[in-house]
């Protein structure tokens, strides 16, 4: 974990922040070691008064055919700095279901 601390600052823009792909990268990174599943894409990302807010697709449950996994929708957020400060599954659905809503 220190080695991505040390990578991730090394990694820094000029102005000494952090860059969405470096942000990303470490949401992405965290959350499949916290929960121990398979991240599967980044669906959104914004910068928050605090630090980021990353949203993650999450591979829950594979099943056969492949349309019914479970997939989770996380957010990440990390502070200012780059570290995760926590996260929450904000929605759960089938991979071939269709909508934002979840309907």
Known sequence: MAEE???SRRSRSRNGRLGPA???RTAVQTL???TGRRPETVLGL???D???KVTVEVL???RVPNSTDLLGCYVVSLDEDGEVVGYER???YQRGQAGEDGQ
């Open 5 to 7: 601390r040390s990578q």
């Open 22 to 24: 470096d942000v990303a």
């Open 32 to 34: 499949a070691q916290l």
């Open 46 to 48: 914004r910068q928050a």
């Open 50 to 52: 605090d630090g980021w």
């Open 60 to 62: 829950e449950m594979s």
């Open 90 to 92: 904000s929605r759960r």
